[in-house]
């Protein structure tokens, strides 16, 4: 298990470059991982997608995603992260040096990869077997995020995920709660960290919370994240919320000719 991240800040060459320039990673110290099941919440834009994917670098993960076996990379912005996987440290107590990382934005080329090398190689199991044996573009964002992840998951490993809800219903999201509480209790040295605005996902029981916003990261509870604290107003008096919330705002969707 990963037990601690660790900013070796002697390590920094430049403070005033990307990532170091982003609140909660210029004041990171170290983080201590108690729990088996971690997430990151924050704000838009701060910083949970940098520490994520200088995570899974540092981790032997293909930096779109995958697991160290795939090894895709078309983008040069994607190396813009090295500084951050250079100065990190990460102590673990048993590395099993297996994993998936989910790169939310960089999932499509992880698949259009796993489909390029399946039509290159002559021997060996093609890769979509493992996948159900047909190509992963060939079915919903979805089901293909499922499969993936039924497939990924058994086992232990190191599972970083960048914003999983992006292809889950509220159903969905549910059985995806299912599958991490399933995975935890059969494979002791899986670790799942993950970063979400789900209050559905993020209500994983005994999961440690941290907070990007306000410029550092620190630990918070269920009920202080503000994904959850939002959509508890809003479903809790849904038309008092919408009266307050829509009051000020200029008529944009008004038929121009009223
Ligand atoms: N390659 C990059 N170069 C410069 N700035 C970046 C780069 N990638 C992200 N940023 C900036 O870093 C900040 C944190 O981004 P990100 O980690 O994606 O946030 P989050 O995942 O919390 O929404 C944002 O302000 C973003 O614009
Ligand atoms: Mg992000």
């Avoid at 190396?79 to 994993?99: E, Q, Y």
């Avoid at 077997?129 to 293909?144: D, P, W």
Wanted: proline share 4%.
């Amino acid at each position: 298990m990963l037990k601690r991240i660790t900013l070796l800040r002697d390590r920094v060459a430049d403070w005033n470059g990307y990532p170091f320039t982003v609140p909660a990673i210029h004041k990171l110290k170290d983080l201590n991982f108690r729990s088996r099941i971690c997430f990151f919440v924050g704000e838009n834009g701060t910083g949970k997608s940098t520490l994520l994917e200088a995570l899974a670098v540092h981790y032997g993960f293909g930096r779109e995603g995958g697991t160290r076996n795939f090894q895709n990379d078309t983008t040069e912005s994607n190396h813009s992260i090295d500084p951050l996987v250079k100065a990190l440290r990460l102590s673990f107590d048993n590395r099993t040096g297996m994993g998936f990382f989910l790169r939310a934005e960089s999932f499509f080329n992880t698949v259009s990869y796993m489909d390029a090398l399946d039509k290159e190689t002559g021997f060996g199991p093609p890769i979509s077997a493992s996948y159900g044996g047909q190509s992963l573009h060939n079915r919903s964002h979805g089901e293909t995020f499922l499969t993936v992840l039924d497939h990924k998951f058994q086992r232990n490993g190191l599972f970083l995920l960048d914003e999983p809800e992006a292809a889950l219903s509220a159903q969905r999201q549910l059985g995806f709660l299912v599958l991490l509480h399933d995975v935890l209790e059969k494979y002791k040295d899986a670790q799942f960290i993950i970063s979400s605005h789900s209050p559905v996902i993020l209500a994983y029981p005994e999961a440690q919370i941290f907070s990007f916003d306000n410029g550092s990261i620190h630990e918070i509870k269920y009920d202080e994240v503000a994904a959850f604290q939002i959509v508890r107003r809003f479903l809790n008096n849904r038309e008092s919320f919408l009266d307050e919330l829509l009051q000020e705002t200029p008529p944009l969707f008004k038929n121009k000719n009223e």
